[in-house]
């Protein structure tokens, strides 16, 4: 599968704890996007970056959260002292040229007990 | 605000019937609207965007700005339809967000 890849697929971890998802992007896309969906609901932005430079951050986006792109290939996302709200689906998009063909991930289901 | 409205969250019809998926959004501008689909255990993907006009399997959408609307149709549904569909718009166009907005979600079951 040479799409968007989403390293792991499923994390579980207890209340307190971080936890990093990482991102690996179509090789030749400079655009990478990171949204979290709930269940019932669409995906919601939280950033995205355009080579290495992140350029937008939802805020939704708390002081918790904090993603990378470094030399603008991979990134990771990484959520410090998770909470039980923090469970959910979290995506990653990858375009060339903006979000008209951005190519979606099949995502990091995380769930905090 | 930038806003999409899906009022459905399901939606069911028989194979061979027309079907219209309904998204209204809400922006100051000229938004780029597009339709996401998720079938069963697979990826988000890109159905189709209002500025190529294309027709995706068999799927059109016209984009109403007086209506602030962008309904999906297909006049006959087949069950391999079957799927969630999302309505999404970006900034883009007028050099705003990059951020895709989407809609909550419906979903389409199409019965045999």
């Known amino acids: 599968d040479t799409g968007v890849s989403q390293d792991p697929r499923h994390k579980i971890t207890k209340r307190g704890q971080n936890v990093t998802f990482r991102c690996d992007p179509i090789s030749e896309h400079n655009r990478l996007y990171w949204y979290r969906q709930t269940l019932g609901q669409g995906p919601e932005f939280l950033t995205y970056f355009q080579n290495e430079a992140q350029l937008e951050k939802s805020r939704l986006l708390s002081d918790r959260f904090s993603a990378e792109r470094p030399k603008g290939s991979f990134s990771t996302l990484e959520i410090q002292r998770t909470e039980q709200g923090d469970s959910a689906m979290y995506l990653c998009?990858?375009?060339?040229?903006?979000?008209?063909?951005?190519?979606f991930g099949q995502g990091t289901r995380l769930t905090v007990v | 605000a930038q806003r999409v409205t899906q009022p459905e969250k399901l939606l069911s019809v028989f194979k061979g019937a027309p079907v219209e998926l309904k998204c209204n959004y809400s922006y100051s501008g000229s938004p780029e609207l597009f339709w996401y689909v998720q079938y069963s255990r697979q990826r988000l993907q890109l159905l189709l965007r209002?500025?190529s006009r294309e027709s995706i399997k068999g799927f059109t959408a016209d984009l109403n700005k007086g209506e602030t609307s962008f309904h999906l149709k297909k006049p006959f549904a087949q069950e391999e339809d079957s799927a969630m569909y999302y309505c999404a718009l970006s900034g883009i166009k007028q050099g705003g967000s990059e951020k895709l907005v989407f809609g909550k979600g419906t979903k389409l079951t199409v019965n045999p």
């Open positions: 998009a990858s375009s060339f040229g903006g979000p008209t063909e951005a190519f």
């Open positions: 209002h500025i």
